[in-house]
Nanobody, 121 residues
Framework: QVQLVESGGGLVQAGGSLRLSCAAS????MGWFRQAPGKEREFVGG????????YYGDSVKGRFTISRDNAKNTVYLQMNSLEPEDTAVYYC??????????????????WGQGTQVTVSS
């Protein structure tokens, strides 16, 4: 069983930045999703094991960057120009098979417990 541990969430003003981290040992494709109250879980970003392939949801393109440091078994989500609409619980996820769509939550086998990000206006 893979344990995923997110950190870095918190409260930030609109226009600010946060960096989320997800510690995960093993050779996995990784993704970040978020879920706001009353809304469906939304794809934020995905990254292949090598780091060469990266994918983003339309609402975060140009503002968020996903990256990984395999030596540290850590995946990051750098979030810039945050907006109140970015407020949500953010989850990292790991996929054993990278051939499925990064955009679909059912492509992932393991999930973290989530970290709250709140952006005030």
């Amino acid at each position: 069983q893979v344990q995923l541990v997110e950190s870095g969430g918190g409260l930030v003003q609109a226009g600010g930045s946060l960096r989320l981290s997800c510690a995960a040992s093993g050779r996995y494709a990784m993704g970040w999703f978020r879920q706001a109250p009353g809304k469906e879980r939304e794809f934020v970003g995905g990254i292949s094991w090598s780091g060469l392939n990266r994918y983003y949801g339309d609402s975060v393109k140009g503002r968020f960057t996903i990256s990984r440091d395999n030596a540290k078994n850590t995946v990051y989500l750098q979030m810039n120009s945050l907006e109140p609409e970015d407020t949500a619980v953010y989850y990292c996820a790991a996929a054993r098979y990278s051939g499925n769509s990064y955009y679909q939550s059912n492509s992932y086998d393991y999930w973290g417990q989530g970290t709250q990000v709140t952006v005030s206006s």
